[in-house]
C-alpha cells in the first residue's frame, strides 16, 4: 500500500504543481484565439523544429555510449539511443524517472550493470548543468538589461528577496541546512555498512569517473555541444511559425532559452507550467505587443514538441520488443 501511495504522489504533485502553474497562467486567455492562429501558424517550421529535437536524444544517446566503455560495458548503439528515447517518455509520467529507466533498459537488453550506467548518468548530468549555467552567465554578461528585468518581473531579485530575510529567517535557514547535512552524514555511514549498497555506489563512483578515461575527449566534446545546439535549434526554428516572433531575433531566442532551460529545472512533466512562464515573461520583455501572442507561442510550442516525446518512447518500446521476438525466434 505504502508503494503504491507513493507511486501516485509522485505523479499526482508534478501534474498538479504544473497544472496550477498553467491554471494560473491561462485563466483570462480565450482559446478560441487558438482556432484562429492556425490560419498564421506556418506548421512546416513547426515540423522542421522537431528534428533537431530527435537528434538531441541520438546525440545524447551516442555520448552516454561513449562514457560506458571505459568502465567495461559495451552496449548496442541503438539500445543506448532506444534508452535515452524511453527515459524522456518515462519522465513525461515521473519526473527526474528517465535516469533511472535508462540504466534499466539497457541491463534487461544488454546486461549493463544498472549502478555502473547510473554512474555515468550522474556524470552527464553535472557536464549538462555546468554548460547551461556557463551559457547562461555568457547570454546575461550579453543581455544583463533584460536578465534584470527578467529578475524584477518575477520577483526573484536577489537583493528585494534579501530584504525580507529577518534575522529570525537566517537563523532557521542555517539550522535547516545544518540538519541537512547531518542527515546525509548518517545516512552515508548507515549505507556504507550495507556490502550489497556499498559494491552499488563503488559501481556508481566507477561510472561517474568514467570521463577521465574517454578515448575519444573531442569526440565527447563534440557530441555535448551537438546535444545543446539541437536542444537550441529545436526552440529556435519555431520562431519562424509565427508572426511578431520570428522579429525578435536570435538573441532573444538565446535568452529565453537560457531561462527555460533553467525553468524546467521544477519538478513538473517536461517543465510543463514554468517553462510557459519563464520564456512568456522574456517574450513579453523583448516587445511583444500582447500577452495572448506569448501565451499562445509557448502553449502550442510546448504542446507540438512534448507530444513528440512519448512518440518517440512508443517506437522505441516496439522497436526493442521487435528485437527480443526475433531473437526468440532464432533460438
Given at each position: 500500500?505504502?508503494?503504491?501511495?507513493?507511486?501516485?504522489?509522485?505523479?499526482?504533485?508534478?501534474?498538479?504543481?504544473?497544472?496550477?502553474?498553467?491554471?494560473?497562467?491561462?485563466?483570462?486567455?480565450?482559446?478560441?484565439?487558438?482556432?484562429?492562429?492556425?490560419?498564421?501558424?506556418?506548421?512546416?517550421?513547426?515540423?522542421?523544429?522537431?528534428?533537431?529535437?530527435?537528434?538531441?536524444?541520438?546525440?545524447?544517446?551516442?555520448?552516454?555510449?561513449?562514457?560506458?566503455?571505459?568502465?567495461?560495458?559495451?552496449?548496442?548503439?541503438?539500445?543506448?539511443?532506444?534508452?535515452?528515447?524511453?527515459?524522456?517518455?518515462?519522465?513525461?509520467?515521473?519526473?527526474?524517472?528517465?535516469?533511472?529507466?535508462?540504466?534499466?533498459?539497457?541491463?534487461?537488453?544488454?546486461?549493463?550493470?544498472?549502478?555502473?550506467a547510473l554512474g555515468t548518468v550522474v556524470t552527464e548530468r553535472i557536464i549538462d548543468s555546468a554548460l547551461v549555467l556557463l551559457?547562461?552567465?555568457?547570454?546575461?554578461?550579453?543581455?544583463?538589461?533584460?536578465?534584470?528585468?527578467?529578475?524584477?518581473?518575477?520577483?526573484?531579485?536577489?537583493?528585494?528577496?534579501?530584504?525580507?530575510?529577518?534575522?529570525?529567517?537566517?537563523?532557521?535557514?542555517?539550522?535547516?541546512?545544518?540538519?541537512?547535512?547531518?542527515?546525509?552524514?548518517?545516512?552515508?555511514?548507515?549505507?556504507?555498512?550495507?556490502?550489497?549498497?556499498?559494491?552499488?555506489?563503488?559501481?556508481?563512483?566507477?561510472?561517474?569517473?568514467?570521463?577521465?578515461?574517454?578515448?575519444?575527449?573531442?569526440?565527447?566534446?563534440?557530441?555535448?555541444?551537438?546535444?545543446?545546439?539541437?536542444?537550441?535549434?529545436?526552440?529556435?526554428?519555431?520562431?519562424?511559425?509565427?508572426?511578431?516572433?520570428?522579429?525578435?531575433?536570435?538573441?532573444?531566442?538565446?535568452?529565453?532559452?537560457?531561462?527555460?532551460?533553467?525553468?524546467?529545472?521544477?519538478?513538473?512533466?517536461?517543465?510543463?507550467?514554468?517553462?510557459?512562464?519563464?520564456?512568456?515573461?522574456?517574450?513579453?520583455?523583448?516587445?511583444?505587443?500582447?500577452?495572448?501572442?506569448?501565451?499562445?507561442?509557448?502553449?502550442?510550442?510546448?504542446?507540438?514538441?512534448?507530444?513528440?516525446?512519448?512518440?518517440?518512447?512508443?517506437?522505441?518500446?516496439?522497436?526493442?520488443?521487435?528485437?527480443?521476438?526475433?531473437?526468440?525466434?532464432?533460438?
Open positions: 500500500m505504502s508503494k503504491k501511495w507513493n507511486k501516485t504522489v509522485n505523479i499526482a504533485l508534478p501534474l498538479l504543481l504544473g497544472g496550477g502553474i498553467l491554471y494560473w497562467m491561462y485563466r483570462d486567455f480565450d482559446f478560441s484565439q487558438l482556432a484562429k492562429a492556425n490560419e498564421q501558424i506556418n506548421w512546416w517550421w513547426m515540423l522542421l523544429s522537431l528534428i533537431p529535437g530527435i537528434t538531441a536524444q541520438v546525440f545524447r544517446g551516442l555520448r552516454w555510449r561513449q562514457t560506458l566503455d571505459p568502465i567495461g560495458e559495451h552496449p548496442s548503439v541503438m539500445h543506448c539511443i532506444h534508452a535515452v528515447f524511453i527515459s524522456y517518455a518515462t519522465s513525461l509520467v515521473i519526473p527526474r524517472s528517465g535516469e533511472v529507466t535508462r540504466c534499466g533498459v539497457l541491463a534487461k537488453y544488454d546486461g549493463t550493470s544498472f549502478s555502473k551559457f547562461t552567465f555568457i547570454i546575461f554578461l550579453m543581455s544583463i538589461q533584460m536578465f534584470t528585468s527578467f529578475l524584477d518581473e518575477t520577483g526573484m531579485s536577489f537583493t528585494r528577496w534579501l530584504n525580507h530575510f529577518t534575522t529570525t529567517g537566517f537563523i532557521v535557514t542555517g539550522i535547516c541546512v545544518a540538519a541537512v547535512i547531518v542527515l546525509i552524514y548518517f545516512i552515508i555511514r548507515k549505507l556504507k555498512a550495507d556490502s550489497k549498497v556499498k559494491q552499488m555506489m563503488t559501481n556508481m563512483r566507477d561510472g561517474i569517473l568514467s570521463l577521465r578515461d574517454v578515448d575519444n575527449k573531442p569526440l565527447f566534446i563534440f557530441y555535448t555541444l551537438a546535444i545543446w545546439v539541437s536542444y537550441f535549434l529545436h526552440f529556435y526554428l519555431t520562431f519562424f511559425a509565427f508572426p511578431y516572433i520570428c522579429d525578435l531575433g536570435i538573441m532573444v531566442a538565446l535568452i529565453a532559452f537560457a531561462v527555460g532551460s533553467i525553468a524546467v529545472v521544477v519538478p513538473t512533466p517536461n517543465g510543463m507550467g514554468s517553462w510557459h512562464f519563464a520564456v512568456k515573461t522574456v517574450l513579453m520583455l523583448a516587445g511583444i505587443p500582447s500577452a495572448s501572442i506569448a501565451e499562445m507561442f509557448v502553449l502550442i510550442v510546448h504542446a507540438v514538441q512534448t507530444a513528440l516525446i512519448p512518440l518517440l518512447g512508443v517506437y522505441s518500446m516496439i522497436a526493442l520488443a521487435v528485437k527480443k521476438d526475433d531473437k526468440s525466434g532464432e533460438m
